[in-house]
């Protein structure tokens, strides 16, 4: 059996898209499994499972784990899922071939300055192996990014046990181009959509990182130069900012009501 386990929050915009591509793409029998915070329960009905929780999205996600292992058989697969998450084709021959060679297949978001961990839009394992490794997805764990900064982020803990435990793990980079964003708008190996902006949240490091270089020196006194360079930042930020939720919510009425051409445009 495979364990679908997935949280919303607030907004139920994604709910019915992300339960209809399941429906449509995954070609064995699974239960799905969901938190709904703060979001009227009557949605609840799209899934197998509601299982009720507060905080924040690692806590979560740790939580829907412990349930579903309390039931889960030792061969079962647990399939994590971001809210603003779903499959495009059939994952399972690609999964069912990386779970014969490591215990555990997910996204590793390498575009976001190089981030190693493992992150929870889309991870499968076995509950055996989340058990052996008492997997979690806070961060608190250090690591360096490709530009040497000290971070941490969702996964962080979880690329920590597999670490300390010697676990291989399969990789699910992303297959689509930037174009549209060098973060959002995603899609990994070919089998998973990850809109990544569905919350509309601030800038990424990834996004950072484009940050024009400071403007042309002007002979002015140190703290008026400081002041005008953050303010050429904040607009610059404000800017990306309004175009990324613009992509967002063009790309998101056009997944809703079942555009043909969506996924093709944004492998472009």
Not at 36 to 51: K, S, T, Y
Not at 56 to 84: I, P, S, T, W, Y
Not at 242 to 250: P, T, V
């Amino acid at each position: 059996m495979l364990h679908v386990l997935t949280s919303h929050t607030i907004s139920p915009r994604w709910i019915e898209i992300q339960t209809r591509h399941l429906r449509q793409h995954i070609s064995v029998p699974f239960q799905t499994w969901a938190s709904i915070q703060l979001i009227d329960p009557a949605h609840g009905a799209h899934f197998d499972r509601i299982v009720d929780q507060k905080g924040a999205q690692a806590g979560k996600l740790n939580h829907l784990a412990v349930e579903v292992l309390r039931e889960a058989d030792e061969d079962d697969l647990l399939m994590f899922l971001d809210g603003d998450a779903f499959p495009v084709a059939d994952p399972m021959p690609r999964i069912e071939a990386a779970l014969e060679t490591a215990p555990l297949i997910a996204v590793r978001r390498a575009e976001s300055a190089g981030d190693p961990q493992p992150h929870p839009c889309f991870c499968v394992t076995s509950a055996a192996s989340w058990r052996r490794l008492a997997g979690d997805w806070s961060d608190g764990y250090v690591f360096s990014d490709e530009r040497g900064r000290r971070v941490t982020g969702l996964g962080a803990n979880l690329l920590r046990r597999l670490e300390l435990t010697g676990t291989p793990w399969v990789q699910l980079l992303r297959s689509n181009p930037t174009r549209l964003d060098p973060l959002f708008f995603a899609i990994y190996g070919e089998i998973v959509y990850h809109h990544g902006a569905g919350e509309g949240g601030g800038l990424s490091r990834a996004h950072r990182d484009l940050a024009p270089a400071p403007g042309t020196r002007l002979p002015l006194p140190g703290a008026v130069a400081a002041r005008l360079e953050t303010g050429r930042r904040r607009l610059w930020e404000r800017r990306v900012q309004r175009r990324y939720l613009r992509h967002s919510e063009e790309l998101h009425a056009r997944i809703a009501r079942g555009d043909p051409d969506w996924l093709a445009d944004v492998r472009r």
